[in-house]
């Protein structure tokens, strides 16, 4: 999986994502309560689009908000839609960056199959964390619908979703994991850097 393939994807289809979205209120709002977003925390929203769950966290009232996206198309929408002075957008690659402020909660929301390299990705977020931070890797859909999905329209920008069982162990080395759910609703894997 190339990374320029996958920047090249998701500009294209940033001028139609909100328009597309389909959104789960109630999804959300358990991902965000196992990621433990909540008031005066610090996020950092890897792969953040548009802004899709910037309106979710600032309903939570946090302290901090920076998105990031290796999508330049993506930002600048999410740009244009957000003036908050808690909300900071970044263009550029998550896995290139060096850890300065660090985060509260580290959250993946329907983006970790688009990342080439899973493992480094999760050392990568861990370094991004404060001690007692969590890390969320999340979708709003089932593990087999996401890997249906993505085999029809994403297939050369996407990995398989791993198993929660697989992707548990995978960041056990860097997080104590607490949550590992896979249902036909969602997909969450929470852990707590230590």
Known sequence: MNK???????????????????????????ILDFAGVGENKSVLDVACGTGVLVPDYLARNVGKLTGIDISSA???IAKSKFSDPRVTFIHG?????????LY????????????????RLIKVLT??????GKLTIAHGMSREDINGHHSQVAS???LGLMTASELSELM?????????LSNEHMYVVSGTKR
């Open 4 to 30: 320029q393939n996958i920047i090249e994807f998701f500009d294209g289809l940033a001028p139609e994502w909100d328009a597309d979205m389909i959104r789960d209120d109630e999804k959300i709002g358990k």
């Open 74 to 76: 993506m930002i600048e």
């Open 93 to 101: 690659d998550v896995e290139e960056l060096m850890p300065g402020e």
């Open 104 to 119: 509260d909660c580290c959250v993946v929301y329907n983006a970790f199959p688009h990342f080439p390299d899973p493992e």
């Open 127 to 132: 370094g991004f964390l404060c001690s007692g």
């Open 156 to 158: 050369e920008v996407s």
């Open 172 to 180: 056990s080395l860097y997080v104590d994991v607490d949550t590992a």
